[in-house]
């Protein structure tokens, strides 16, 4: 009894070591290429230069395309600040916020899809607020949005992800926030193009004492529509993979 005991204990232990391992290079892996996107972010992207809305962001697709930079996403008044990569595969989601590959770009018309983790890049996705401003930093320009709504669906609702050709952002995460082990639904943020004059107003409100809660989390998720994807692949539009 006393031997098996011991290669239980030893398996255990040898099973925890692994698991930090891993846990530590996930987290440093994370951390190194959130940097180096950084730099490269400053390389080729104007902080203040304007995005112009309605256009093919060429600039973005092509930056993406060559080192898997999109940008960086900030809500001001979280704190929140992250860059964001091509791609939502495990890697790209360890790395920073994914980009939807079938989504649209900042800047152009559609829906841009976003997604990351709510234990890494979307921790603080929780506390967000109706009127909160979202920025995204790109090669394009700088774009402004504003959060409109929130809410809850289930992990199979990737026709929010469509944009029917109307200009919006869109934020997945996984859902409830502290959920141990892999989250049974999806909590979503949709924001509204702003103007830039509106958008510099929003930032400095942001850093003004005020007390919000959550934004409208007991709003009901527009009716999906049979047929916004029946002309695309169903693995383009899923929110399964969080």
Known sequence: MSRARSWLAGILFTVGVLALGYWSWAVLDGRSHQAALARRLEAVAPRSRRGRTGRIASATRREAAESGLVGRLEIPRLGLSALIVEGTDDLSLQRGIGHLAASAFPGEPGNVALAAHRDSYFHRLGDVASGDLVRLRTPDGVFAYRVDTTFVVPPDRGDLLVGHGRAMLTLVTCYPFHWIG????????????????????????????????????RR??????????????AA???????
Do not use: C, I, K, N
């Not at 509204?192 to 409208?216: E, I, N, Q, Y």
């Open 236 to 242: 383009s539009y899923t929110l399964s993979r969080l």
């Open 220 to 233: 009901h998720a527009p009716q999906a529509d049979s047929d916004s994807v029946s002309s695309r692949p």
């Open 182 to 217: 892999p989250a049974p639904e999806r909590f979503v943020v949709r924001a509204v193009p702003v103007d830039p004059a509106l958008a510099g107003r929003m930032a400095l409100a942001a850093h003004a004492p005020a007390a919000r809660g959550p934004a409208g989390r």
